[in-house]
Nanobody, 127 residues
Framework: QLQLVESGGGLVQPGGSLRLSCAASGLSINYYIVGWFRQSPGKEREGVSCITSSGDTTNYVDSVKGRFTISRDNAKNTVYLQMNSLTPEDTAVYYC????????????????????WGQGTQVIVSS
């Protein structure tokens, strides 16, 4: 069964950058839509970004457009999320998820459509 492990989180000052990694194992990630989600205490889980299996299409929630970039390296079975110009509002536990459904467009930011989830990595943006 597909397993996902996130890494790259940590403490960063506002305006700083982090790159998160989502390493897949057990199965090839080549045929999965992969998304990044985040959740903070008292807030609903939010879809941040997603990328199609081939990497030809990406989507982002409005609040991160122009700051975050999702990419994938299928040869390494890994998906990345480059986060720049971070703000305290980006503080959350970030989760990587994968779906075998033929998701397109903003549907890729809907968490209930994903069946495989990692354990999350903490991102704290604070001065």
């Amino acid at each position: 069964q597909l397993q996902l492990v996130e890494s790259g989180g940590g403490l960063v000052q506002p305006g700083g950058s982090l790159r998160l990694s989502c390493a897949a194992s057990g199965l090839s990630i080549n045929y999965y839509i992969v998304g990044w989600f985040r959740q903070s205490p008292g807030k609903e889980r939010e879809g941040v970004s997603c990328i199609t299996s081939s990497g030809d299409t990406t989507n982002y929630v409005d609040s991160v457009k122009g700051r975050f970039t999702i990419s994938r390296d299928n040869a390494k079975n890994t998906v990345y999320l480059q986060m720049n110009s971070l703000t305290p509002e980006d503080t959350a536990v970030y989760y990587c998820a994968a779906s075998s459904l033929p998701l397109t467009g903003v549907s890729g930011l809907k968490g209930f459509l994903y069946s495989h989830w990692g354990q999350g990595t903490q991102v704290i943006v604070s001065s």
